[in-house]
C-alpha cells in the first residue's frame, strides 16, 4: 500500500506541478589537497520551506536520492564515498512511511578524487526537492569542474 501511495504521490506531483525546479541552486569548486588529489565540492542553496534528499537512503521506495552521476572522466578515480553536510533532517518520514535524510537551506556533497592526467570534473547532479505540500519532479543540473 505504501508504494502505491508513494507512486501515486509522485506521478500526481509531477503531473499537477510540471514546472522548472527553481527551489535550489547550486555552485561547484575543486581544491587541490596534494600532488594529482583534488576535493570537489559541490554544494546546495536550497529555498525556505524545500527540502533536498540524501545521496544515502535506506531504500528506493520513497523519494529520489541526490546522485551524481560522471560523464567520461578518463584519468580519474574517486577516492572512497562522497560525504555530505549541512542543515540535516534525519528521521521516519510519514509520507513516504519510511526513515530519511534531508537538507534544509544548506547541502554540501565532498567528493575526493585523483587525476592523473584530466584538467576537468564533468557530470551532472539529479535531486528531487520536496515542501510540505508537494514534490517536484527530480532535476538534473551539469557541471564542469576545472582541477586546479
Known sequence: MKYLFSILFLTFTTLSFAQTNNTTSWTFESKKTAP????????????????????????DDGPIRTEIILEENEGIELVGKATEDGDKIAGFDDMFDMNIIKYKKHLTITQKV?????KTFKGYITFMTCNDEQCLPPTDVSFEVKLK
Do not use: F, P, R
Open 114 to 118: 585523483k587525476a592523473k592526467k584530466a
Open 36 to 59: 594529482n588529489e583534488y576535493t570537489i565540492t559541490m554544494k546546495a542553496t536550497v529555498k525556505e520551506g524545500w527540502y533536498v534528499y540524501s545521496q544515502y537512503l535506506e531504500s
